[in-house]
Structures are given as C-alpha cells and as structure tokens.
T-cell receptor, first 114, second 113 residues
C-alpha cells in the first residue's frame, strides 16, 4: 500500500519567514496530493491540493510543488503569520482507484513566533 | 448547511462496552470515510463507503464495524471496546473519490478505560 513520510515533525520560524514542509510517497500511481491544516482541538481543513498533471500550484502565500519522478511534494508558506501556527498534514491517494483513499503523513507542528 | 457533523463529541467507555458513532452529512456526497487520529501517527483510514449500502475496509479495520443504510449517514461501531481504541475519530465525506476534497467532521474523542 501507499506510504507517506513527512518532514520535519516540528518547525519553528519567526513571523515573516518562509516555512517548507516536505513529503515523500511510495505509490507511483498516486495522482492527488492534498495538504490539510489542523488547529488545536479542531478538524483538519484543506488548504491546498495538487494533481499529478501539474508541477506547482499557488494560492496567495501558500504553494505546493510536485516532483512525480522523485515521488515527493512540498508545501511552501511565505510571509508566515502567527495564525499559521498549527499542525500540517500531507496526504496521497491510492492511485489507480477512484475511492479517494488517502494515506496521511505523520504531521508537522508549525510554530510562528511574533 | 451544517456540512459534516458527528455525534457524540466525547465519550468514555469501559473495556468491553460497545458504542456507535454517528456521522451525518448534508452535502449529498457519495463517499464517506472514518479515520482515527493518534499522537504522532497522523490520520489512519478505518473503513470507507463509496455509496449507500456499501462499505469497505481501510488501513486499520480490526475491532470496528460500519454501516451506510442511508446516503447521508455513516455509522462506526465498536462491539467490544479496548484501551487501544482510545483515540480521536474523524468522519469525512467527498463528492466523489479519486481527486475530490474530503470534508471532515469535528471529531469524537473516545477514551476506553
């Protein structure tokens, strides 16, 4: 089955700096890679996703890049703000099916210091 | 439009007791999922459903059963709770499988003593 590894497990930055979180996956048939943000005690919420037919996607201060050859994808947050502090999860779908079965990474605790 | 809701929000069980967690969605989504979240392990898929009347096993199905009698509801059952099932349980739904966004419910925190 799919295996997703996420690094780092914790990340501490100063407000205004950039943050980068990286994930690798094992199933070459995976074709959907979402990123979720989870604040303490809350539900995971999708912040950005990318499909395998594109290499990069941006949404304001957030961007995701995908390298299918190397089987890794990354989340980039620029001009970080204290409200970006949360746990971030990457995920990959079980490619070759239409069931949307996601395998999640272990999560990255991002802390943005004012 | 409430989205995805879960009942109950919190529950404490004794080992061997049974319970059912209810997930409901009002977005007319075909696909529904149950995950558990444990510290340092992300979310792991327990069971999922691709439509009314269907269920299938995910990554960690042992000790759980599910039913999808109505399109809007997905039930997760624990027949004989064990301390290893102490976790936060999240339900999610999506319009379709594959590459569609999954919307999560608020979660149920379950403690088994």
């Amino acid at each position: 089955g799919e295996n997703v590894e996420q690094h780092p497990s914790t990340l501490s930055v100063q407000e205004g700096d950039s943050a980068v979180i990286k994930c690798t996956y094992s199933d070459s048939a995976s074709n959907y890679f979402p990123w979720y943000k989870q604040e303490l005690g809350k539900r995971p919420q999708l912040i950005i996703d990318i499909r395998s037919n594109v290499g990069e996607k941006k949404d304001q201060r957030i961007a995701v890049t995908l390298n299918k050859t190397a089987k890794h994808f990354s989340l980039h947050i620029t001009e970080t703000q204290p409200e970006d502090s949360a746990v971030y999860f990457c995920a990959a779908n079980a490619g070759g099916t239409s069931y949307g079965k996601l395998t999640f990474g272990q999560g990255t605790i991002l802390t943005v210091h004012p | 439009n409430a989205g995805v809701t879960q009942t109950p929000k919190f529950r404490v069980l004794k080992t061997g007791q049974s319970m059912t967690l209810l997930c409901a969605q009002d977005m007319n989504h075909e696909y529904m999922y149950w995950y558990r979240q444990d510290p340092g392990m992300g979310l792991r898929l327990i069971h999922y459903s691709v439509g009314e009347g269907t269920t299938a096993k995910g990554e960690v199905p042992d000790g759980y059963n599910v039913s999808r009698l109505k399109k809007q509801n997905f039930l997760l059952g624990l027949e004989s709770a064990a301390p290893s099932q102490t976790s936060v349980y999240f339900c999610a739904s999506s319009y379709n499988g594959g590459t569609y966004e999954q919307y999560f419910g608020p979660g149920t925190r379950l403690t088994v003593t």
